[in-house]
């Protein structure tokens, strides 16, 4: 009889893009994939450490596996598990913790302790190299969405933020080769998906490492152009991209471009100069304010979608309502509100002028405010536009949703034939739930 394997993802669309490419290796050994809801014989969770909270959701996941199957394998794998694995090894419940060069390995491990008859319950293997070893690259997308999929193009950062321990959890920047990135997206639109989000911790840096060194075989231009001559991929959308590696002729070809959607989400963590160069970001305000400029310049309908840290140490009143007035008057659509949390092994944990976290909270809120603001405000400028909308696979209440080219998220009740279909809409009017009503124009593809 078969044995049955669950996941699941904390965090990024990167790690739903490995863990994707992680349970294709079970089924390929033999193993049914199921609901992480039902009872299995091993449950992999893939963790994330970007923020406090992923590290204590981690135990309530294994809990939840223990539940469905008490005599279940449980796995930990993921960036927690390179940070801290021995932290997650002790939990109760977990059997083994795979690092980041291991998790792709993760079946031979499996089996191993199937294999073992002497296996001793209640105490976690770990199998995790010191980071300088993660070096090589594996590629990945997902395909769990009917509609989208994560294409994984780039690993680990050279960068040294002082709040981030990504550099600890992935390692050095290295990219898929271009040959490689092009067989997957080919792969992925042979399986009527509509559109690909392309991913990395980094893309912007693609083409390092390619070939095991720092030499750039290609850019990150390169592989855009090339990318956007896939047939079959009617969308591909740039999911994060540091402002200091996003160029004019990035945004020029996303501007000119077949399949790549004016949407852009572009980090910027602080709108205080002296922030950033306290969080050692590699740009200041100005270089911000120039890449949003060049965007709308050439695309006025670009969505443009922002990161920002509130409460990093040092922080003071004036700084925050600088960021904040800064990011008011900038033309953006929307923000991801971090709170700025301590995370060991960083330069930041040990600086001084700790934020209180009541402060960090009201700070927090403050900027979500300004985010359904801002987004309303670009949901009101693309009344009466026409768009194209790639519909999802959920019925949510009644209604099927779906999203524009240019991000802006629309309603209507729901119909099964619109699902993963493409169509031509007239935006009219914002519903009460905030989101936006249409009219259909024409029908694109099924």
Not at 350 to 355: A, K, L, Q
Request: charged content about 25%; hydrophobic content about 35%; overall charge neutral.
């Amino acid at each position: 009889m078969k044995k049955k394997v669950a996941f699941y993802t904390l965090g990024c669309k990167l790690n739903f893009s490995e863990t994707s490419t992680i349970s294709r290796s079970f089924t390929n050994e033999g193993f049914d994939r199921v609901d992480f809801s039902e009872k299995a014989d091993i449950y992999v969770i893939n963790t994330c450490s970007v923020t406090e909270n992923a590290d204590k959701r981690f135990k309530t996941i294994v809990k939840q596996a223990q539940k469905a199957n008490a005599e279940a394998f449980v796995a930990a794998v993921g960036c927690y598990a390179q940070l801290k694995p021995q932290e997650l090894a002790d939990v109760n419940g977990v059997d083994l913790v795979l690092g980041a060069t291991e998790k792709f390995n993760i079946t031979a491990f499996i089996n191993d302790l199937l294999n073992d008859p002497d296996r001793s319950r209640g105490a976690g293997q770990v199998h995790a190299c010191e980071i300088e070893e993660a070096d090589f690259y594996v590629g990945s997308y997902s395909i769990g969405d009917r509609t989208r999929a994560f294409l994984k193009v780039q690993d680990g950062c050279d960068y040294k933020c002082t709040y981030c321990t990504i550099p600890l959890a992935r390692g050095i920047s290295r990219s898929d080769t271009m040959e490689n990135v092009l067989k997957n997206a080919k792969e992925i639109s042979k399986q009527n998906i509509k559109e690909i989000v392309l991913t990395g911790v980094n893309i912007g840096d693609y083409g390092k490492g390619e070939f095991g060194n720092k030499k750039h075989e290609h850019t990150f231009l390169d592989l855009v152009t090339e990318l956007d001559k896939v047939e079959g991929i009617e969308r591909l959308r740039i999911s994060s991209i540091e402002p200091n590696l996003l160029k004019n002729e990035t945004i020029h070809l996303v501007s000119e471009s077949r399949a790549f959607v004016p949407h852009f989400h572009i980090p910027l963590q602080s709108g205080s100069n002296i922030i950033l160069k306290k969080m050692k970001r590699r740009y200041m305000r100005e270089l911000y304010i120039d890449r949003v400029s060049e965007i709308k310049k050439v695309m006025p309908h670009a969505c443009i979608g922002v990161d920002v840290i509130v409460g990093f140490p040092g922080e003071t009143d004036e700084h925050f309502l600088e960021t904040y007035n800064f990011l008011n008057a900038l033309d953006i659509s929307y923000l991801h509100v971090f709170t700025y949390s301590e995370r060991d092994n960083t330069e930041a944990a040990d600086m001084n002028g700790v934020v209180p976290n009541n402060i960090r909270s009201k700070r927090s809120k403050m900027l979500r405010g300004l985010s359904v603001k801002k987004r309303r405000a670009f949901y009101e400028s693309q009344l009466g536009n026409t768009r194209t909308v790639l519909f999802e696979s959920e019925n949510k209440e009644g209604y099927i949703h779906g999203f524009t080219d240019n991000y802006v998220k629309v309603k209507t009740p729901w119909n099964p034939e619109l699902v993963n279909t493409l169509h031509h809409v007239n935006l009219t009017k914002i519903d009460d739930d905030g989101l936006v009503r249409f009219e259909f124009t024409n029908v694109l593809s099924n």
